[in-house]
């Protein structure tokens, strides 16, 4: 038995040092999400760009793809008018014209206006909205923020 003691061992180590190897080569998954529901009612496959409207409650269908352990997915919906006039509407979640926000679980259902938003008192009308799916974390004592899909969405008033 001892004669072979010199083969079996590097042959162990060998199968042992391959595992972790052939482990770390998993398919990697594209980050992506989609509106699932609009009140209850699931999305047809085919619906390529639906309309919800103001006070519509909101599902999304989310493949969260790789992150890393100290993350964690959520997302944000945010929707926009041309509230200052200028013609434009300013997308960016500090600008002018952000109307409603929300954050919240990937599993969370987003009410369009919630109940107080600067859309709901505006009375509504027409919004350019978009759900977008983010990696939250910490780390090193900072928070950080990382962008993974999106989709845009027109909603009605």
Same mark, same amino acid.
């Given at each position: ?8 061992a590097? &042959?162990?180590?060998?199968?042992? &040092?391959? /595992? ?14 989609? /509106?699932?529901? /609009?009140?209850?009612?699931? %999305? ?8 919800? &409207?103001?006070?519509d ?16 997915? %959520? /997302?944000?919906t ?6 200052n ?15 409603? #926000? ?8 987003f009410?369009?206006? &919630?109940?107080? #938003? ?7 009308g027409p ?31």
């Amino acid at each position: 038995m001892k004669k072979w003691s010199w083969l079996v061992a590097p &042959a162990i180590v060998i199968a042992l &040092a391959a /595992i972790p190897a052939h482990a770390a080569k998993r398919p990697s998954v594209d980050p992506k999400i989609d /509106i699932a529901t /609009i009140d209850g009612a699931k %999305m047809a496959a085919g619906t390529l760009s639906p309309t919800p &409207a103001l006070g519509d409650t909101l599902t999304y269908a989310t493949t969260v793809g790789s992150i890393a352990g100290w993350e964690y997915p %959520m /997302i944000v919906t945010s929707c926009y008018q041309d509230v200052n006039g200028d013609g434009t509407v300013d997308t960016d979640l500090l600008g002018p014209d952000i109307v409603y #926000s929300w954050v919240d679980h990937p599993d969370a259902q987003f009410k369009l206006g &919630a109940y107080s #938003s600067i859309w709901t008192l505006r009375g509504g009308g027409p919004a350019t909205c978009r759900g977008e799916l983010d990696a939250y974390g910490w780390k090193g004592g900072k928070e950080t923020v990382r962008f993974l899909a999106a989709v845009p969405f027109d909603a009605t008033g």
